[in-house]
């Protein structure tokens, strides 16, 4: 079973940039479709990215096109997220996510993925 840890978040200016990684453990994470989601205060779980397996795939929603990358090192176990230009609505808490999946086009769906992390803070003050 794979365990994911999430960190990198902190709190930093609106226009600056972070790179969470999310580091996988247990067994191998390449043939798991990977996930960013977040949730604010008051709001429910939303979906930010996801890549596919092989990282020939990605999604993004559309709060984020433009401004968020996802990527992965299936060497490393990790996948991270690099957010430039941050917004104070960015401030949430972000989960890095999972599921088994070989599809080149994996679901968006954060019912889909059955293993989570913990969570990482993102504040961005105005």
Avoid: H
């Avoid at 247990?26 to 989601?37: E, V």
């Avoid at 020939?56 to 096109?65: E, L």
């Avoid at 609505?89 to 913990?118: F, H, N």
């Amino acid at each position: 079973q794979v365990q994911l840890v999430e960190s990198g978040g902190g709190l930093v200016q609106a226009g600056a940039s972070l790179r969470p990684p999310c580091a996988a453990s247990g067994c191998t994470s390449s043939s798991y479709a990977m996930g960013w989601f977040r949730q604010a205060p008051g709001k429910e779980r939303e979906i930010v990215a996801r890549i596919s397996w092989s990282g020939g795939s990605t999604y993004y929603a559309d709060y984020v096109k433009g401004r968020f990358t996802i990527s992965r090192d299936n060497a490393k176990n990790t996948v991270y997220l690099q957010m430039n230009k941050l917004k104070p609505e960015d401030t949430a808490v972000y989960y890095c996510a999972a599921y088994y999946s070989r599809s080149y086009w994996p679901a968006t769906d954060q019912y889909k993925y059955d293993v989570w992390g913990q969570g990482t803070q993102v504040t961005v003050s105005s």
